[in-house]
């Protein structure tokens, strides 16, 4: 099957990163899966990291259009499953009313494990103004937050991870996670796809006794489970109701040329 994995990042900016996430979801994909990663256009922003640009609705609506409209293009492509890997999840909404295909997103598989396994959540983050979105998210959810802790200078760290200065890095999370164990978490979760690649390579599994979750490796095996079970006839999406009845392409595509044009 192939999975396309929409990143909130810009290929090319860290040859590192983009290296880590091939790698990644290359290893936890079967290996009957392609994982197809793409990015946002290049000139979406033209710093290294994007943290400048996710911190306001006004743009995350339209980050999360462009995500929406990346899931009916990987339908249309013939992709099994679409993931939003992102942790605020940038149209991922939008995308399970357009697309017909199993739609994933980052945060959301994480919280959906935690709820039902019961597990109280440790968030850590270097993008303070993600927070409000992720927990609104969480707790949607109905999972349990016990702590979110924002990382100290999290993008410097983040930036100096990415030029292989590790230590900083790895003492910033250790910190924000020993912080997360005090008020009751139970699990730790990268808030945001960069870091968790990052933790993903350096092999960091467990913090202050507690198991960091890799949310971008479960959204992956979330994809692959759920096509498997819509494969076998167990589950489907249904077809009927407001938001999921579905026109015909042919009207779909008349409609996005027309408002494409006057836009």
């Known amino acids: 099957m192939r999975i396309r994995f929409q990143k909130h990042a810009v290929e090319g900016r860290s040859p590192l990163l983009d290296k880590l996430y091939a790698e990644h979801l290359t290893k936890v994909s079967g290996p009957d ?3 197809e990663i793409h990015t946002l256009p290049p000139l979406t922003y033209p710093t290294e990291l994007p943290e400048e640009l996710v911190g306001f609705g006004s743009i995350g609506l339209l980050f999360g259009d462009y995500f929406a ?7 249309r492509d013939g992709c099994a499953a679409w993931i939003s890997g992102a942790g ?14 199993p739609v994933i997103g980052y945060g959301d598989a994480t919280w959906q ?5 019961r597990h109280r959540l440790g968030v850590l983050g270097f993008i303070p103004h ?4 992720i927990t609104d998210n969480i707790a949607s959810s109905g999972a349990t937050l016990a702590s979110y802790q924002v990382i100290d200078d999290g993008a410097v760290v983040v930036s100096r991870a990415l030029a292989e200065d590790f230590e900083p890095f790895v003492r910033a999370y250790r910190a924000a996670a ?4 005090k008020a009751g978490a139970q699990w730790l979760v990268p808030a945001e796809g960069i870091p968790n690649e990052i933790l993903v390579h350096l092999e960091i599994r467990e913090l202050c006794g507690l198991p960091v979750i890799d949310p971008g490796g479960l959204a992956v095996k979330t994809a692959e489970y759920l ?3 819509r494969h076998l006839g167990i589950t489907a999406k249904t077809e009927t109701g407001y938001w999921y009845r579905q026109p015909s392409r042919a009207v779909v595509e008349h409609v996005e040329r027309i408002l494409e044009a006057r836009s």
């Open 130 to 133: 993600l927070a409000e979105p």
């Open 69 to 75: 409209r990346t899931a009916v293009s990987a339908e």
């Open 178 to 181: 020993e912080r997360a164990a």
């Open 113 to 117: 494990a935690a709820r039902q396994e």
């Open 33 to 35: 899966t392609t994982v």
């Open 227 to 229: 096509v498997g079970l």
């Open 88 to 101: 605020q999840d940038p149209g991922l909404a939008a995308a399970r009313v357009r697309a017909t295909i």
